[in-house]
């Protein structure tokens, strides 16, 4: 018994083993204090706007020698046999990209997004001072204006809050990316 549980483990530890190879480069994007921001391997999602003024999007299947390889998908509107349309997958490709190439990178969605981007401000300051407005016509009484004020500048304060927001990490000020080489080989230059 015991020899066939050290048997069952040796297969499991050397499939797991071999299962580890490949490449595990890696990008990090680190801030002036050179601290790191975030870290990007195979597997995650990321959305870039490259040099060639293209906005890239999608999932890193493999970091290699400098190189991200985005996967991204043609989806294009297909008939069905009834005349209606649905999406379809035609292909799947990979674009290759060097890390030069990336001039910024969309910042991830976080916690209370719709308070922290000031939407939340101009939805509530405009839809108060709009009801504040039309409730006043409606019974025939006087507007008071403090409050129209209030709202108003509560909307303003949420149209600041959204144009002072960053959304993304631009390269080359304050953020720097810096490639990673974790495999055994030596990166070539050419």
Known sequence: MKKCITMIFLVFTTAALFAQTGSFDMLVLRNSQNRTVKSYF?????????????VIGGMIRKIERDTL?????????????????????????????HYNEILWIRKDKAGFELLRSGTLFMVGGSAYTALHL??????????????????TGIAAAG??????????????GSYQLKYINTSTEPATSK
């Not at 985005?70 to 997958?89: E, F, H, K």
């Open 42 to 54: 195979s597997g995650k999602t990321i959305e870039f706007g490259a040099s060639n003024g293209r």
């Open 159 to 172: 149209f600041v809050m959204s144009k002072l927001r960053k959304r993304r990490y631009t390269i080359g």
């Open 134 to 151: 039309i409730n006043a016509a409606y019974q025939k009484e006087p507007v008071i204006w403090s409050t129209v004020a209030i709202s």
């Open 69 to 97: 390889f985005i996967q991204q998908y043609d989806i294009r509107q297909a008939y069905t046999m009834w005349g209606t349309q649905v999406q379809d997958t035609l292909s799947v490709y990979f674009l290759p990209y």
